[in-house]
């Protein structure tokens, strides 16, 4: 008997990280996270985000419209504490895995459980993301839009002094997606997992 087995390639794990409430992104923020959600969705990528409101949220929707998977990490222990205290919605969540460790705790775990991270418009805890990104060395797509985000981070590259050839910018959705598919398919085979 010949026993044949079909290898799929390993879904990407995508975060999308942004603001919870987006009063100060801009009119289009809604409409460029669920896109960003979308894209994720259509090239058969994980969606995780922070399990909140605003533009994770929106990304969920959207790459739930897609079929997409969709996981959050929340900062609660439970899902009272998530919903009563923190005041966060479980919706569009395939899963929500209850951390207990708060805002900055959740953030470490968020970033190391995905291959790259999307950073849309955002406030102090998209750029504490980004701060834990950009030192695991991951793959940074970063959504450039009517926000100051895009800016907040460019300054801290040009002033870090320390390289990293990993961060790429895009206004559109789709075309940053791709290029952080490539930039992980590119940590896949350094790292021999391809």
């Known amino acids: 008997m010949i026993v044949m087995t079909i290898h799929k390639e390993t879904p990407v794990v995508l975060c999308v990280s942004g603001a919870a409430d987006i009063g100060h992104c801009g009119i289009d923020a809604r409409e460029k996270a669920i896109e960003l959600g979308r894209q994720i969705g259509k090239k058969g990528a994980v969606l995780v985000t922070g399990a909140t409101t605003g533009f994770p949220l929106w990304s969920a929707m959207g790459a739930k419209s897609e079929g997409g998977i969709s996981i959050g990490l ?25 951390t207990g460790f708060g805002f900055p705790g959740r953030d470490l775990l968020l970033i190391r459980s995905c291959e790259a991270v999307i950073v849309g418009c955002g406030r102090i805890g998209t750029i504490h993301e980004f701060t834990i990104a950009f030192e695991d060395n991951k793959p940074i797509g970063v959504l450039q839009g009517d926000w100051a985000t895009d800016e907040v981070i460019q300054n801290i590259i040009a002033k870090g002094n320390r390289p990293n050839p990993k961060i790429v910018f895009d206004t559109d959705p789709a075309r940053l997606v791709e290029k952080v598919v490539e930039l992980v398919k590119i940590d896949r085979i350094e790292s021999g997992v391809l």
């Open 74 to 98: 929340s900062p609660a222990a439970n899902v009272k504490e998530h919903k009563d205290v923190y005041k966060l919605p479980p919706d569009y969540m395939d899963l929500v895995v209850y």
